[in-house]
T-cell receptor, first 113, second 116 residues
Framework: DGGITQSPKYLFRKEGQNVTLSCEQN?????MYWYRQDPGQGLRLIYY???????QKGDIAEGYSVSREKKESFPLTVTSAQKNPTAFYLC????????????FGPGTRLTVT | AQKITQTQPGMFVQEKEAVTLDCTYD???????LFWYKQPSSGEMIFLIY??????QNATEGRYSLNFQKARKSANLVISASQLGDSAMYFC?????????????FGTGTKLQVIP
């Protein structure tokens, strides 16, 4: 089955530690995205990637980093510089960067204490 | 000003009845698109329906239809014949611009609960 996988579903970390969230897609999509969702709020864009080896900052990139070394993979690192890292993180992909339909993964809930 | 406004934090609907979820938007870009996504308690966002700003007809996808009123800047989602599985959060979103990356803004969502 084609789709997007994010692992793990739940992640717990101590404050001050970097943590990497994985996102893999087998849809052969060029574009990938990372969103953050906080309670009572909509999604906010962290980073997006139009194509392999390219990525751009979204609205709330501070304290996060990404890489896009393979078409299928777009991992997100939450660094210790991110002041409020506890949130629900969603990865998405689309065929091209200007395709309107984005396909989402199941999300990772990160808790930092 | 908010780009996307969903004024109903929560809604109840009786099973088999129709329900309308409100969404208003704000943009000065002539080229834009409006989406609705469903988010069940499992967390995954599920694409439901899309309406482009130049589309003449209201979009429909099965039991979902988008009531697009351009002059009023509204893009309400209508779900007909509600089912228990429709209970979820619903998000309205808008993309602006044409070509390359088009910024997508999400609303704060409406929690729909379908009552048996």
């Amino acid at each position: 089955d084609g789709g997007i996988t994010q692992s793990p579903k739940y992640l717990f970390r101590k404050e001050g530690q970097n943590v990497t969230l994985s996102c893999e897609q087998n849809l052969n999509h060029d574009a990938m995205y990372w969103y953050r969702q906080d309670p009572g709020q909509g999604l906010r864009l962290i980073y997006y990637s139009q194509i392999v080896n390219d990525f751009q900052k979204g609205d709330i990139a501070e304290g996060y980093s990404v890489s896009r070394e393979k078409k299928e993979s777009f991992p997100l690192t939450v660094t210790s510089a991110q002041k409020n890292p506890t949130a629900f993180y969603l990865c998405a992909s689309s065929i091209y960067i200007n395709s309107y339909e984005q396909y989402f993964g199941p999300g990772t809930r990160l808790t930092v204490t | 000003a908010q780009k996307i406004t969903q004024t109903q934090p929560g809604m109840f609907v009786q099973e088999k009845e129709a329900v309308t979820l409100d969404c208003t938007y704000d943009t000065s870009d002539p080229s834009y698109g409006l989406f609705w996504y469903k988010q069940p308690s499992s967390g995954e966002m599920i694409f439901l329906i899309y309406q482009g700003s130049y589309d003449q007809q209201n979009a429909t996808e099965g039991r979902y239809s988008l009531n697009f009123q351009k002059a009023r800047k509204s893009a309400n989602l209508v779900i007909s014949a509600s089912q228990l599985g429709d209970s979820a959060m619903y998000f309205c979103a808008m993309r602006e611009g044409a070509g390359g990356y088009q910024k997508v803004t999400f609303g704060t969502g409406t929690k729909l609960q379908v009552i048996p």
